[in-house]
């Protein structure tokens, strides 16, 4: 099996996990990734549960469509992240229901939507933008994304849901998971007493782990 069917196959299994488990419903959601000659993106209107590889979008390094079904309209999103952040390997876009709750409130604070809550919302996600809403496929969310200069892995989009770019498939999924957890802590414990993680914390995690 060549490299890009690899790849094919690991968005088709993983988009069926998120599917299964209630990260994504309908035909909500995309996901790409990273191949040597271009970006493969889950189809337009296409349900992440019932994916086939040899029909998932690809395109060339610019966005132009080379072969498979006609790409997700938010494609702008995608590739904004591959040019701001060059050690992009993939990109998740779900609309999981507690990342966009927070993406609805209107008390979320868009400079750190996801506060540190968690060890590994730290290590795998780090600080979170909330961007203003635009509609979906909007070529403006390329350009929100582009201003932000590379600065941040993941962002919610008002209204919409999560966007967590990262090194590779998998990875990427799990940190897509991880805020989607910690969202749901965030709601759970609303006004209620909680600690966060101190500056001290978050600086001893990237320094012993690093950061994305």
């Known amino acids: 099996m060549s490299a890009e069917n690899k790849v ?18 309908g035909s909500a959601g995309n996901i790409s990734a990273a191949v040597e000659d271009g970006i493969l993106m889950t ?18 390094r610019n966005g132009n469509h080379i072969s498979g079904d006609k790409p997700s309209k938010e494609v702008f999103l995608h590739q904004a992240f591959y040019e701001t952040r060059p050690q992009t390997g ?37 600080k979170v933008k909330l961007l203003p809403y635009v509609r979906p ?14 600065r941040h892995a993941a962002v919610l989009l008002a209204n919409h849901g999560p966007v967590v770019a990262g090194r590779d498939i998998a990875s990427t999924v799990y940190a897509a998971e991880e805020l ?22 978050v600086a001893e995690l990237k320094a012993v782990f690093g950061g994305y």
């Open 43 to 60: 189809p337009s209107n296409s349900c992440l549960g019932f994916l086939d590889p040899a029909r998932i979008s690809k395109l060339d």
């Open 137 to 150: 496929g909007d070529e403006r969310m390329g350009e929100m994304i582009r201003e932000l200069g590379g």
């Open 180 to 201: 989607e957890e910690t969202a749901r802590l965030l709601v759970l414990l609303r006004n209620a007493p909680t600690r966060l993680l101190s500056p001290e914390n």
């Open 8 to 25: 094919r196959e690991e968005i088709v299994r993983l988009s069926k996990s998120l599917f299964d488990r209630g990260f994504s419903v």
């Open 90 to 126: 993939a990109v998740v876009h779900l609309h999981s229901t507690f990342a966009t709750a927070l993406s609805c409130l209107s008390d979320t604070d868009p400079d750190d939507c996801i506060p540190p809550l968690t060890p590994y919302v730290v290590m795998r996600v780090g």
